[in-house]
């Protein structure tokens, strides 16, 4: 505590131009203030202030101390107001942006139970495939599934994720399975096409990111669709784990090539940099972290 003391002492003494004014802002002698700078300077070895009848001035290593100090006192400061928030009520609007398919089997069906615990908050929820402009379209939340480059977000990692490649037992059955890479060529492939240009599938070859075009009789630039052709049996189709791990876990759909998956493609949850976040904001990324890291969610979705 005195250690802490004597650092405030030594920012408001800067702060207020003299030791008087220090002394009087906390109702204090004069006295105690130069003791307590008296200390601190002992205890650190160094002089930090010239101290003259009329003026103060800070000394080189005085001055790098401060900005040093200043900076402890600002964070303990936010630290202590986000403790306070914590115990409060979670109060506005959110505008939440979410991909069209993972929102909509990921986000809309927990938000009755996060406004259920938060009864003063409302929700807009944006359902698109577009990266939206979170600064510039006021968006308070954006989910993403990608790896994070934009220096003036913050990201806070939702969960794991990963693409695998995915047919039903039966069509396995027919066709066999692919053991190499090289294997897709002979099967039928559900490719994602944007723009009517394919997307490729990306694996891991020998530590070696790879793109493949793959071809097959369906190509659609829906998502969902491809999913739903896989699960009638139609090909092979290479999807997220958020979307296809229910059907994996009960057996619709088995997993291909699974040691060439490639890492990346997590979830996150991206804001705007703030120095005071809402706790609205704090409140609902908590929510759907707690959520996705139980055991069996991805499972039963």
């Given at each position: 505590?005195?250690?802490?003391?004597?650092?405030?002492?030594?920012?408001?003494?800067?702060?207020?131009?003299?030791?008087?004014?220090?002394?009087?802002?906390?109702?204090?002698?004069?006295?105690?203030?130069?003791?307590?700078?008296?200390?601190l300077e002992a205890r650190l070895g160094v002089k930090l202030l010239q101290r003259t009848?009329?003026?103060?001035?800070?000394?080189?290593?005085g001055a790098a101390?401060?900005?040093?100090?200043?900076?402890?006192?600002d964070e303990l400061d936010e630290a202590e107001n986000a403790a306070s928030e914590r115990s409060a009520r979670a109060t506005g609007h959110l505008l939440v942006s979410a991909p069209a398919g993972f929102g909509r089997q990921h986000v809309a069906p927990l938000l009755p139970s996060f406004l259920a615990e938060h009864r003063e908050v409302t929700v807009n929820l944006n359902l698109n495939d577009r990266v939206v402009d979170?600064?510039?379209e006021g968006v308070d939340v954006a989910i993403r599934i990608a790896s994070l480059n934009d220096s003036s977000l913050v990201g806070v990692k939702l969960a794991d994720n990963h693409r695998v490649v995915v047919a039903t037992p039966a069509y396995l059955k027919r066709h066999g399975r692919p053991q190499t890479?090289?294997?897709?060529?002979?099967?039928?492939?559900?490719?994602?096409?944007?723009?009517?240009?394919?997307?490729?599938?990306?694996?891991?070859d020998k530590g070696k990111a790879v793109t493949l075009k793959v071809s097959g009789n369906m190509v659609c630039n829906d998502g969902a669709v491809l999913h739903a052709w896989a699960l009638a049996g139609k090909g092979l189709a290479?999807?997220?784990?958020?979307?296809?791990?229910?059907?994996?876990?009960?057996?619709?759909?088995?997993?291909?090539?699974?040691?060439?998956?490639?890492?990346?493609?997590?979830?996150?949850?991206?804001?705007?940099?703030?120095?005071?976040?809402?706790?609205?904001?704090?409140?609902?990324?908590?929510?759907l972290r707690r959520t996705y890291a139980q055991p069996d969610y991805w499972q039963h979705r």
């Open positions: 505590m005195d250690k802490f003391r004597q650092i405030e002492t030594f920012v408001e003494v800067v702060a207020r131009g003299s030791l008087s004014a220090a002394a009087r802002a906390e109702g204090i002698a004069p006295a105690m203030i130069g003791r307590r700078l008296d200390a009848t009329r003026k103060l001035a800070l000394t080189d290593e101390f401060l900005e040093d100090c200043q900076r402890i006192l979170v600064v510039g890479l090289a294997d897709l060529a002979k099967h039928n492939c559900l490719p994602i096409s944007s723009e009517g240009s394919q997307r490729g599938w990306t694996f891991l290479w999807r997220s784990m958020w979307e296809v791990g229910g059907q994996i876990a009960s057996g619709e759909l088995c997993t291909v090539l699974d040691e060439y998956s490639a890492p990346g493609n997590d979830i996150y949850a991206v804001f705007a940099q703030r120095r005071h976040l809402p706790l609205r904001i704090r409140t609902f990324v908590d929510f």
